[in-house]
């Protein structure tokens, strides 16, 4: 590949280090940085890994990142570090494997919150349930699982055995994008190497204590198989908050969204007034207590976050606009 006349090139974002990039194009990994416009004052966009760019090949350093093209879809959620401003992970996935082993990692209420943010993000969310050896009963999980969502399917496997990893073939198609995202030690990088056939991710042992790994995986990165698919591991993440996130959170609770503009009053607040579709579920029983409580929770954490996110949004608009007039 010879760079002429500035030609530009299509590849893909496989992992990033601080401000250093690594762009994979036909089956090579090439180092690279953006653009200096990236940089400019009233610009917050930067690349992720799975981001498709088009770029200006240096064989002898780094090569130039001009743009980002078009995005299919693109998963985030509130910086940890930096209160409602949002972090973005990774753009065109296809499928989001949603990895939790059947221990004490195992949480309903954690995996609703995953499986919203993937809806959001324009993925297919599929629950795995590792370590399926460990569970009598894994049947029950799998139902469980499958019915916080209608989207939603889920297994229970076994990567260390080879228990159930041939049912997760269905996905495993020629130019299709999985993430997989989980808690440490969940069993995301035996997974892949299960998937890989060989190893080409380092795993780690898990604390009996309370069955938490460490990390393996430090940040995120994109594997190509030689099967055509291509794989971002992602590192442990024990909470995900919402924000932003209200169109997934909806599309995860559909039923209860659809009962809400059943009800009599349009702002009814599912409290005592009459007429109301919620409470009539919930009385008959089409609708449990809890999963109505983890619906009004999520989306009232989201609507706190997206406030903050949209306040502290504003503030750095302003102070880039005030910078940069002071030019």
């Known amino acids: 590949m010879n760079n002429t006349n500035g030609?530009?090139?299509k590849g893909r974002i496989s992992a990033i280090h601080k401000n250093n990039y690594t762009i994979r194009y036909e089956g090579k990994d090439i180092p690279a940085r953006l653009k200096g416009s990236f940089y400019d004052l009233m610009t917050d966009w930067f690349p992720v890994v799975g981001d498709y760019v088009s770029f200006e090949y240096?064989?002898?350093?780094d090569s130039l990142i001009?743009?980002?093209l078009e995005c299919s879809g693109l998963l985030q959620r509130p910086d940890q570090a930096k209160t409602g401003v949002m972090q973005y992970m990774v753009a065109n996935v296809d499928y989001t494997?949603?990895?939790t082993s059947l221990n004490e990692d195992y949480s309903y209420n954690r995996i609703a919150r995953y499986v919203s943010v993937v809806l959001q993000g324009h993925s297919i969310p599929v629950v795995v349930l590792t370590k399926a050896d460990l569970c009598s009963n894994y049947g029950r999980y799998i139902r469980e699982v499958e019915s916080i969502s209608d989207k939603v399917r889920a297994h229970a496997i076994s990567a260390l055995y080879g228990i159930g990893v041939d049912e997760l073939q269905e996905y495993m198609r020629p130019g299709i994008t999985i993430c997989l995202?989980?808690?440490s030690g969940s069993g995301k990088s035996t997974l892949l190497n299960a998937f890989a056939g060989e190893e080409i991710m380092r795993t780690s042992s898990v604390r009996e204590s309370d069955s938490t790994g460490r990390h393996t995986t430090t940040y995120r990165q994109l594997i190509e198989l030689n099967n055509g698919v291509s794989i971002i591991d992602t590192?442990?993440?024990?909470e995900i908050g919402m924000a932003n996130t209200q169109l997934g959170i909806d599309n995860t609770f559909s039923d209860i969204a659809k009962l809400e503009k059943q009800c009599k009053f349009s702002d009814c607040q599912h409290d005592t007034e009459p007429g109301c579709a919620v409470k009539a579920a919930i009385e008959s029983g089409d609708l449990s207590v809890d999963r109505y409580?983890?619906?009004?929770?999520l989306?009232?954490?989201?609507?706190?976050?997206?406030a903050k996110k949209k306040e502290i949004s504003k503030w750095a608009k302003a102070a880039k606009k005030i910078k940069r007039d002071s030019f």
């Open 7 to 9: 030609e530009l090139f």
């Open 293 to 297: 409580i983890l619906y009004k929770s």
């Open 66 to 68: 001009v743009s980002v």
């Open 58 to 61: 240096n064989p002898i350093g």
């Open 181 to 183: 995202m989980g808690s």
């Open 235 to 238: 590192p442990g993440m024990r």
């Open 97 to 99: 494997f949603i990895v």
């Open 299 to 306: 989306s009232s954490e989201n609507t706190r976050n997206y």
